[in-house]
């Protein structure tokens, strides 16, 4: 089974969401995520393509299937899109900013150093 919503259960779960926005990704760009968002986009939702955490067994076939994807109505983001979606702001009181900040720190080593030079503005700033 290659799209997700020929799983009655899946299809079930999706709509019992009661969301119209998905969030989709897949091991498969060209085959799971591909033909799982085309059918979601039949079925009226709007589907956000999460490109950068999407493979195929090429760098060509990913790209193909993306481009399938976004010429049916998919939206496509990217990883860090998505996360600092959710996130909405870096405050003091974020209850994930933390954890966040680490998962980007982990995948792009170069924005710690932002990190801890922030850290040291709000800190003098502070005093």
Do not use: N
Request: charged share 20%; net charge negative; proline share 2%.
């Amino acid at each position: 089974m290659y799209d997700g919503f020929d799983d009655a259960s899946f299809a079930a779960a999706i709509e019992a969401t009661g969301r119209e926005k998905l969030i989709m990704a897949g091991v498969q760009t060209d085959v799971c995520l591909s033909l799982t968002a085309l059918t979601a986009l039949d079925r009226g939702y709007e589907v956000h393509v999460v490109g950068d955490a999407s493979a195929a067994g090429t760098k060509e076939t990913h790209e193909l299937a993306m481009q399938r994807v976004i010429q049916a109505g998919a939206i496509p983001v990217g990883w860090l899109t998505v996360g600092s979606e959710f996130q909405r702001g870096w405050t003091e009181d974020s209850k994930t900013a933390e954890a966040f900040a680490e998962v980007i720190y982990d995948q792009i080593p170069a924005w710690k150093q932002q990190g801890v030079l922030t850290a040291g503005v709000r800190e003098h700033a502070a005093k």
